[in-house]
């Protein structure tokens, strides 16, 4: 096994990597990847292309495995590296890109097959391929087990039909990690299974959906009788919940931290956006508008806080306890509503009429703050968790355990036939 580079050393190259290659980016641009979705076709090419560019010089999956396409070094290393390119700017991959790199791509380095991460994994890092969740149906959100996309065996492979929807990214992605049920005579936890399915193919029809904002991140999919050939599985047949659970935890917080993103140890600045917003509105010695920013200044401290106890805990166990992750998560879905308000009142009435971007920012966090109260498990979701699993309390009733899901939809039909 090559010995590790030196961390020092290694940041230097690092540094002297990126100032002969990338470009510095200007004062308010986003430096990272993940969360635009106003890329022309041209633009998103330039993109990859970049990233293809990182890859190729070793500065991507810096610590994912080095079998696979990774460079296999420490989170230490990938922090170097993250830390030195802040002042550059960074492939902007959208929507796909962060779940590539994120939820995706973690839980793929799980579960995948050794054949299938040589086959995807260096495409993913060189941005030749792009993945996006095939998770939630119209008729299945919270109850994730009870989805009806359905895989029928054909010969070489699978036949996927069905319908996803609230898929962020999905015009811009190149696969989707795609829930199917694979056995119905399983009860509904069961008889699940995970696939590669090419967004590209035959019977895939994308529809981007207009949100309140007039962006368009969310999509929903169509399949109709789409092939996945049997390599691309991922993870065992009929077993995909525990696939599932994996992507679950690293959505709320159990994979490894972004290292640009990680939370401060110490006290931060007040957020810039908001000061600068309170003196827009004349409003920066009003003991009023100092009261909201003093709430948000604190409430974010104590979110990273929050957010380093929990990975600890989750670290420090190989198989946490999936309720853990979501403490994060439902902070995430109360307090954001919370923070969006206040942000409102300091401005006034800015955020309502913007000039320019005085409260661009102001109007859509508001807009977008009930995401996360909804998106990747509600609140109520959260708080079934944490009890069930973290403090042990009994779990709720539930009509369809143990049964198997052919039946769980009779009965359903049924009940709504006599209703």
């Not at 029809?205 to 789409?226: M, S």
């Not at 691309?232 to 077993?239: P, R, T």
């Not at 998560?329 to 109360?334: E, I, M, N, P």
Request: proline share 6%; glycine share 10%; with cysteine.
């Amino acid at each position: 096994m090559a010995t590790a580079p030196d961390l020092e050393e290694y940041r230097v190259a690092a540094r002297r990597w990126l100032a002969a290659n990338l470009e510095r980016r200007e004062a308010g641009q986003a430096g990272g990847r993940g969360g635009s979705d106003a890329h022309t076709e041209e633009d998103f090419r330039a993109e990859r292309a970049l990233q293809k560019k990182i890859y190729e010089a070793g500065y991507a999956g810096i610590n994912w495995p080095s079998e696979y396409g990774g460079q296999g070094l420490s989170d230490a290393h990938a922090r170097a590296f993250a830390l030195e390119a802040i002042p550059y700017r960074l492939p902007d991959l959208g929507h796909a890109g962060g779940t590539t790199y994120g939820p995706v791509g973690q839980t793929l380095i799980r579960h995948g097959s050794p054949e299938f991460l040589a086959r995807h994994i260096p495409r993913i890092l060189a941005a030749d391929e792009l993945f996006v969740q095939l998770f939630s149906e119209p008729n299945a959100g919270s109850d994730m087990a009870g989805i009806t996309t359905r895989a029928v065996r054909t010969d070489g492979g699978w036949l996927i039909t069905g319908s996803k929807i609230w898929t962020s990214g999905a015009t811009e992605g190149d696969f989707g990690m795609c829930l199917a049920r694979s056995n119905w005579d399983a009860p509904k936890h069961r008889g699940l299974t995970w696939f590669a399915v090419p967004l590209r193919a035959p019977g895939v029809t994308i529809q981007p959906i207009r949100e309140i904002t007039g962006g368009a991140e969310f999509c929903q999919e169509f399949l109709d009788d789409v092939f996945v050939p049997d390599n691309d599985v991922i993870g065992d047949v009929d077993q995909g919940w525990t696939v599932a659970q994996t992507m679950l935890l690293v959505e709320r917080g159990a994979g490894r931290d972004d290292p640009v993103n990680l939370p401060e140890v110490g006290p931060a600045e007040l957020d810039p956006f908001l000061v600068e917003l309170a003196r827009a509105a004349g409003r920066a010695q009003d003991p009023v508008a100092r009261q909201a920013l003093a709430r948000i200044h604190t409430a974010d401290w104590a979110r990273g806080q929050l957010g380093r106890r929990i990975t600890g805990l989750l670290r420090s166990s190989d198989k946490p306890a999936s309720g853990i992750a979501s403490y994060w998560k439902l902070s995430a879905g109360v307090y954001n509503p919370e923070r969006a308000r206040l942000a409102l009142e300091i401005g006034r009435g800015i955020p309502l009429v913007w000039r320019d971007d005085d409260g661009r920012r102001a109007t859509l966090d508001y807009l977008n703050s009930r995401v996360w109260s909804i998106a990747g498990g509600t609140n109520e979701m959260q708080r079934n968790a944490i009890s069930e699993r973290v403090l042990g309390l009994p779990r709720e009733p539930s009509f369809d355990r143990g049964k198997p899901f052919n039946e769980v939809q009779r009965s359903a039909r049924q009940w709504l036939d006599n209703s």
